[in-house]
């Protein structure tokens, strides 16, 4: 479980096909504080550390993570946002965060407001989705590339969020533009929601 308080962009180093799998190798600065089999959130993709050599680690994406995230589009020199699993002990600063990436989004729009930045993504509003609680609510939660943020402006195929100098300074936000695509991760409590309805129809 996560919270969707990124810990750091880190930087790819090497991408490996195999298969249907993909091998990311990553630098960061707490690479020496993992361990084996560690879940560690990549973009909001919760993925297991199989492997770490001198400063860098490794973890694997099967192809059903790849279909569903923007991880298969990732290089060599690109930044990934980082968070290892939540302390049991700790506070929730953001929400609850799976790891499992529903969907991807589109940025449609970036808008400069006093220092800020507002962010547009859209997304597919397939019916079938909807009821499964692919939706936002104003001002509820969202999680972008694994950054766990509040939505304003919701539509049923949109939302907008914004960002701070901090958030857009020390994540992969500062690398999105128009055309860019995310990872989203809709609110868990929506989803259990919209499944309870389905069952209660």
Same mark, same amino acid.
Request: hydrophobic share 35%; proline share 1%; glycine share 8%.
């Given at each position: 479980?996560?919270?969707?308080?990124?810990?750091?962009?880190?930087?790819?180093?090497?991408?490996?096909?195999?298969?249907?799998?993909?091998?990311?190798?990553?630098?960061?600065?707490?690479?020496?504080?993992?361990?084996?089999?560690?879940?560690?959130?990549?973009?909001?993709?919760?993925?297991?550390?199989?492997?770490?050599?001198?400063?860098?680690?490794?973890?694997?994406?099967?192809?059903?993570?790849?279909?569903?995230?923007?991880?298969?589009?990732?290089?060599?020199?690109?930044?990934?946002?980082?968070?290892?699993?939540?302390?049991?002990?700790?506070?929730?600063?953001?929400?609850?965060?799976?790891?499992?990436?529903?969907?991807?989004?589109?940025?449609?729009?970036?808008?400069?407001?006093?220092?800020?930045?507002?962010?547009?993504?859209?997304?597919?509003?397939?019916?079938?989705?909807?009821?499964?609680?692919?939706?936002?609510?104003?001002?509820?939660?969202?999680?972008?590339?694994?950054?766990?943020?509040?939505?304003?402006?919701?539509?049923?195929?949109?939302?907008?969020?914004?960002? %701070?100098?901090?958030?857009?300074?020390?994540?992969?936000?500062?690398? %999105?533009?128009?055309?860019?695509?995310?990872?989203?991760?809709?609110?868990?409590?929506?989803?259990?929601?919209?499944?309870?309805?389905?069952?209660?129809?």
């Amino acid at each position: 479980m996560f919270s969707g308080i990124v810990e750091e962009a880190a930087k790819v180093t090497k991408t490996r096909r195999d298969g249907g799998n993909l091998h990311l190798t990553l630098n960061c600065s707490f690479v020496n504080e993992l361990k084996i089999d560690q879940s560690v959130a990549h973009n909001g993709v919760c993925l297991t550390v199989v492997e770490i050599a001198d400063d860098t680690y490794t973890v694997t994406a099967i192809q059903e993570t790849l279909d569903r995230s923007n991880l298969g589009s990732l290089k060599e020199g690109d930044l990934v946002n980082l968070e290892r699993s939540m302390l049991m002990n700790g506070r929730l600063d953001g929400h609850i965060v799976q790891g499992h990436v529903d969907t991807t989004a589109i940025c449609t729009d970036i808008e400069d407001v006093d220092g800020s930045r507002y962010f547009k993504f859209e997304y597919n509003a397939d019916p079938a989705l909807i009821r499964q609680g692919y939706v936002t609510v104003e001002k509820g939660s969202v999680t972008v590339n694994g950054v766990s943020l509040t939505v304003c402006d919701s539509t049923p195929t949109s939302f907008r969020v914004a960002i %701070i100098p901090y958030t857009f300074e020390h994540t992969n936000f500062r690398d %999105i533009k128009i055309g860019s695509k995310v990872n989203i991760e809709f609110d868990i409590i929506g989803k259990y929601l919209a499944r309870m309805m389905e069952f209660s129809r």
